[in-house]
């Protein structure tokens, strides 16, 4: 058994031809996708069954969704330690903060940097949160300073 239908089985999704595909080109980018990026990347894959796959991948905590403001949801996968979204009780702890480049449009996963706690008034109840931060990512950075 390769990789990619370990990690489907690990979370108990049936490998598929697609699915194998769509985890493989998720694990290959350097940051989080739209759907529209996975079309791209697939072509001969259809934006419905693309979106199927999704939806299961997040049912199964495989991948999660970065809301980046971009008005497109993007999707990176998920740690194979992590457990996001399966038990509401288990609080930020593996959530991590999002970095949404403002040059080159892309989203990157900063997993080493843990989304701050945040106390929030009495009487009201956390169960998810998304923080990004925005800027420039390092690659931009290097062609800002190399101009002119």
Same mark, same amino acid.
């Not at 930020?92 to 008034?121: K, S």
């Given at each position: ?14 490998? #598929? ?6 985890? =493989? ?7 989080? /996708? ?7 990347? /697939?072509? !001969? ?6 979106? =199927?796959?999704? !939806?299961?991948?997040?049912? *199964?905590?495989?991948? *999660? +969704?970065?809301?980046?403001?971009? +008005?497109?949801?993007?999707? @990176?996968?998920? $740690?194979?330690?992590?457990? %996001? +979204?399966?038990?509401?009780? $288990? +609080?930020? !702890?593996?959530?991590? #903060?999002?970095?949404? %480049?403002?040059?080159?449009?892309? !989203?990157f996963c900063l997993r080493g940097l843990p989304i701050p706690a945040v106390n929030l008034p009495e009487g009201f109840h956390l169960h998810t @949160? ?5 800027? /420039?990512?390092?690659?931009?950075? @290097?062609?800002?300073?190399? %101009?002119?």
């Amino acid at each position: 058994m390769d990789y990619f239908e370990h990690q489907l089985e690990h979370r108990d999704i049936k490998p #598929t031809a697609v699915r194998l595909l769509i985890l =493989r080109t998720l694990k290959e980018a350097e940051c989080a /996708l739209s759907l529209s990026d996975i079309e791209a990347r /697939l072509g !001969t894959v259809d934006k419905s069954t693309i979106f =199927r796959s999704l !939806t299961l991948f997040l049912a *199964h905590h495989l991948v *999660h +969704g970065v809301e980046d403001g971009t +008005g497109q949801m993007k999707y @990176a996968l998920c $740690a194979e330690d992590c457990h %996001c +979204g399966e038990d509401i009780h $288990a +609080g930020l !702890t593996d959530l991590h #903060t999002h970095f949404f %480049c403002e040059h080159c449009h892309r !989203t990157f996963c900063l997993r080493g940097l843990p989304i701050p706690a945040v106390n929030l008034p009495e009487g009201f109840h956390l169960h998810t @949160a998304n923080y990004v931060l925005k800027g /420039l990512c390092p690659s931009c950075m @290097a062609k800002t300073h190399h %101009c002119g």
